[in-house]
């Protein structure tokens, strides 16, 4: 079974430090790969995606990916209180449909 | 833009009722859609997805006679759940697909349904 794997956390970190969010995947074949935001009561937000090996940066954000080790992370610099949110690292598994296959999500908590 | 619209964004009805929830890609056709339902601090569940123009793919253990499907044009899809009872009570959330495989999948804001 395909799986993704995060750690629920809560992460907690203050306001303007680095938060590192994890993820790890079953499927070495995975090829595609996102991080979503979703606050509380809502739906989840793209936040990045990425394909290749390496670091992807964007604004404040920047994800990393390592298939090798089947591992992608997220850091997110100069956190602020408004990113206070779950982040669901998701994988696109095989199969016709593409469908992408959730992690659990990590809570971050930024601290003012 | 990917912009998804979700509607009704909650619905309150009787045991019994149907509820039908909309889901338009305003910006982008969507050759995909997909529907899922999320209970309060648990993961996102894949129900179903469709393609424009065929019948929709059910995951394990969602009843399709219970959850119907209906991905009838690009930008629109559309979930029925019959005869609803307080156990279908949850979050409701649809997401689009442009074609290709390597794209995202973009969500709509969600509907939350809560039958009395």
């Known amino acids: 079974q395909k799986e993704v794997e995060q750690n629920s956390g809560p992460l907690s970190v203050p306001e303007g430090a680095i938060a590192s969010l994890n993820c790890t995947y079953s499927?070495?074949?995975?090829?595609?790969f996102f991080w979503y935001r979703q606050y509380s009561g809502k739906s989840p937000e793209l936040i990045m995606s990425?394909?290749?090996?390496g670091d992807k940066e964007d604004g404040r954000f920047t994800a990393q990916l390592n298939k090798a080790s089947q591992y992608v992370s997220l850091l997110i610099r100069d956190s602020q209180p408004s990113d206070s949110a779950t982040y669901l690292c998701?994988?696109?598994?095989?199969?016709?449909?593409?469908?992408?296959?959730f992690g659990k999500g990590t809570k971050l908590s930024v601290k003012p | 833009g990917a912009v998804v619209s979700q509607h009704p964004s909650r619905v309150i009805c009787k045991s019994g009722t149907s509820v039908k929830i909309e889901c338009r890609s305003l910006d982008f056709q969507a050759t995909t859609m997909f529907w899922y339902r999320q209970f309060p601090k648990k993961s996102l569940m894949l129900m179903a997805t469709?393609?424009?123009?065929?019948?929709?793919?059910?995951e394990q253990g969602v009843e399709k006679d219970k959850f119907l499907i209906n991905h009838a044009s690009l930008t629109l899809s559309t979930l029925t759940v019959t005869s609803a009872h307080p156990e279908d009570s949850s979050f409701y959330i649809c997401s689009a697909r442009r074609q290709g495989f390597a794209q995202p999948q973009h969500f709509g804001d969600g509907t939350r349904l809560s039958i009395l």
């Open positions: 998701a994988v696109r598994g095989g199969g016709s449909q593409g469908n992408l296959i």
């Open positions: 499927d070495r074949g995975s090829q595609s």
């Open positions: 990425i394909y290749s090996n």
């Open positions: 469709s393609n424009e123009g065929s019948k929709a793919t059910y």
